[in-house]
């Protein structure tokens, strides 16, 4: 489940589909009656985005047993992404009730506040989480990209570089989204706080993936303030290419723009 949770971490702006309550529920979740079951049957629908199944299986699964926290993390999860504040702040409670050694559900809790915009709550939640021993490395290192995206969107540059710097030590498979995460959120933090060799070092990382829009952004963020201007030029250029027409491409055009007038 936990290569599951990361799928879900990478996804998890994911839009939901309107029109759930006219849909039909999955024959998988109508002929369990197994509450294990189902909660792993909506593990697998949230992933997919199959929002409509994935509360039936959960609900289904709380009947029979209704005291299950990791299911209510779960419920958590799907209101979430609903945008349903309430319910979701009341189900991660209420799995913390259940379970307050459930660590997983702190991370979960950390995501509900981002997406508030809630910096304080989110990074007490994360940090929360990164207190207990027991959580696993893969696990750990999840919480700590989400720790560090949101310690730059409440500008602490510095703070967000120690904690993916630490992620960023962790053996994530370089197939595994997280991996991504991690190394383009570090060459951003490395970038804004001046350290742009650095930052460099963590995009050279990501070499063994394909092409990226936003680590080629970076790229050449590092180059123009290492002087590089040639070298600037021909990343920010390949994003043009990368992501034509979108906000990214926006950005990078204008730095572009900002070298011409600069001498080689």
Same mark, same amino acid.
């Given at each position: 489940?936990?290569?599951?949770?990361?799928?879900?971490?990478?996804?998890?702006?994911?839009?939901?589909?309107?029109?759930?309550?006219?849909?039909?529920?999955?024959?998988?979740?109508?002929?369990?009656?197994?509450?294990?079951?189902?909660?792993?049957?909506?593990?697998?629908?949230?992933?997919?985005?199959?929002?409509?199944? /994935?509360?039936?299986?959960?609900? #289904?699964? !709380?009947?029979?047993? &209704?005291?299950?926290? @990791?299911?209510?993390? $779960?419920? %958590? =999860?799907?209101?979430?992404?609903?945008?349903?504040?309430?319910? /979701?702040?009341?189900?991660?409670? #209420?799995? !913390?009730?259940?379970? &307050?050694?459930?660590? @997983?559900?702190?991370? $979960?809790? %950390? =995501?509900?506040?981002?997406?508030?915009?809630?910096?304080?709550? /989110?990074?007490?939640?994360?940090?929360?989480? !990164?207190?207990?021993?027991?959580?696993?490395?893969?696990?750990?290192?999840?919480?700590?990209?989400?720790?560090?995206?949101?310690?730059?969107?409440?500008?602490?540059?510095?703070?967000?570089?120690?904690? !993916?710097?630490?992620?960023?030590?962790?053996?994530?498979?370089?197939?595994?989204?997280?991996?991504?995460?991690?190394?383009?959120?570090?060459?951003?933090?490395?970038?804004?706080?001046?350290?742009?060799?650095?930052?460099l070092g963590a995009l050279q990382r990501m070499e063994v993936l394909p092409p990226n829009a936003r680590g080629e952004y970076l790229s050449g963020l590092a180059y123009r303030d290492l002087g590089e201007v040639d070298a600037a030029r021909d990343r920010l250029g390949r994003v043009l290419r990368l992501a034509p027409g979108s906000?990214?491409?926006?950005?990078?055009?204008?730095?572009?723009?900002?070298?011409?007038?600069?001498?080689?």
């Amino acid at each position: 489940m936990r290569r599951l949770s990361t799928v879900l971490l990478a996804v998890s702006a994911l839009a939901i589909a309107g029109g759930a309550a006219a849909q039909q529920v999955d024959p998988l979740v109508e002929n369990s009656n197994d509450a294990t079951e189902l909660q792993q049957l909506a593990v697998r629908f949230i992933a997919g985005n199959q929002t409509h199944n /994935a509360l039936a299986a959960l609900r #289904k699964s !709380l009947k029979i047993y &209704p005291d299950n926290a @990791e299911t209510h993390m $779960w419920l %958590g =999860v799907v209101y979430t992404q609903l945008n349903e504040d309430a319910g /979701a702040e009341g189900e991660f409670l #209420k799995a !913390l009730a259940l379970n &307050p050694q459930l660590t @997983e559900v702190r991370n $979960w809790f %950390g =995501v509900y506040w981002a997406r508030r915009g809630n910096w304080d709550a /989110a990074i007490a939640q994360y940090r929360q989480a !990164l207190m207990d021993p027991a959580y696993p490395p893969i696990s750990r290192a999840r919480v700590q990209a989400n720790l560090g995206k949101v310690l730059m969107q409440a500008g602490d540059y510095d703070g967000a570089v120690v904690v !993916l710097g630490e992620a960023g030590g962790v053996a994530v498979p370089s197939s595994d989204p997280l991996y991504a995460l991690i190394h383009l959120g570090l060459a951003e933090a490395l970038v804004k706080t001046g350290r742009a060799q650095e930052a460099l070092g963590a995009l050279q990382r990501m070499e063994v993936l394909p092409p990226n829009a936003r680590g080629e952004y970076l790229s050449g963020l590092a180059y123009r303030d290492l002087g590089e201007v040639d070298a600037a030029r021909d990343r920010l250029g390949r994003v043009l290419r990368l992501a034509p027409g979108s906000e990214l491409a926006r950005e990078a055009l204008k730095v572009l723009e900002s070298l011409t007038s600069r001498p080689d």
